[in-house]
């Protein structure tokens, strides 16, 4: 009884990463709505497994090494390849010029600075009540979900059927990961409504924007989240 206490929380960081691994093959393969489906069982999991491990008192060290690797996958690898696989029909020409490389690999930095951003927040101990920088499950979410939405609806095309805004995308996001910006995290030192009044202003504005554009919607929704932490700056802490 125990050992199912103690390795709970770590079996549904597990579950995360092979949600992650089946996500990642079939990005690959072009099968979107599976990458879909198992970045949404990948972010329920990577939920729960703190959750549960706060609740059992399981937390321990590998738990937490675990947790960052098991995000590397399904929140750092999977949206590399989403800009990898975005960058791909453009060869190795960008703005007319041509590289000695295929651009799509430029899209790989996005992985690269979110294992960064992991190693950064593991070892710093102010991220409590906010993130610093764009946390990679919400980066995945904005660029997963504008491509997601290309694919499905058309939308964005001015986006993807541009390569420098594309590289541009790739570039700013990789920053936002690591940037010294405070982005608000969805956790209440308080009941008091005063405390808490960014976080109503990001979920009414959420639901509303959820509400009117659904799936286009989703990546919408992260650049509000950005906005609204933008503005409220000072009253994260």
């Given at each position: 009884m125990n050992f199912i206490k103690n390795n709970l929380a770590n079996l549904l960081t597990l579950a995360n990463l092979f949600a992650g691994c089946v996500g990642a093959i079939h990005l690959i393969l072009g099968d979107y709505q599976t990458t879909a489906i198992?970045?949404?069982?990948?972010?329920?999991?990577?939920?729960?497994?703190?959750?549960?491990?706060?609740?059992?008192?399981?937390?321990?060290?590998?738990?937490?090494?675990?947790?960052?690797?098991?995000?590397?996958?399904?929140?750092?690898?999977?949206?590399?390849?989403?800009?990898?696989?975005?960058?791909?029909?453009?060869?190795?020409?960008?703005?007319?010029?041509?590289?000695?490389?295929?651009?799509?690999?430029?899209?790989?930095?996005?992985?690269?600075?979110?294992?960064?951003?992991?190693?950064?927040?593991?070892?710093?101990?102010?991220?409590?009540?906010?993130?610093?920088?764009?946390?990679?499950?919400?980066?995945?979410?904005?660029?997963?979900?504008?491509?997601?939405?290309?694919?499905?609806?058309?939308?964005?095309?001015?986006?993807?059927?541009?390569?420098?805004?594309?590289?541009?995308?790739?570039?700013i996001t990789s920053w936002l990961l690591i940037s010294p910006i405070k982005m608000m995290a969805m956790k209440f030192k308080s009941k008091k409504l005063q405390d808490n009044y960014p976080k109503v202003f990001l979920l009414g504005g959420g639901i509303a924007i959820l509400a009117l554009f659904q799936i286009v919607g989703i990546p919408m929704l992260v650049i509000y989240y950005i906005v609204v932490s933008l503005i409220f700056q000072k009253q994260l802490k």
């Open positions: 198992c970045l949404i069982f990948s972010s329920v999991f990577d939920f729960f497994d703190g959750f549960v491990a706060r609740a059992l008192k399981s937390n321990s060290n590998l738990g937490l090494q675990l947790d960052s690797l098991a995000d590397m996958v399904s929140f750092g690898l999977i949206p590399g390849l989403t800009m990898y696989k975005a960058l791909e029909p453009f060869g190795n020409e960008i703005f007319g010029l041509h590289l000695p490389f295929d651009v799509s690999y430029i899209g790989l930095l996005v992985t690269v600075f979110s294992c960064l951003r992991l190693a950064i927040f593991n070892l710093d101990e102010e991220q409590r009540y906010y993130f610093k920088g764009l946390n990679t499950p919400t980066n995945t979410v904005l660029l997963f979900g504008l491509y997601y939405a290309f694919q499905k609806t058309g939308n964005f095309g001015f986006l993807f059927e541009n390569s420098l805004f594309l590289v541009l995308l790739t570039i």
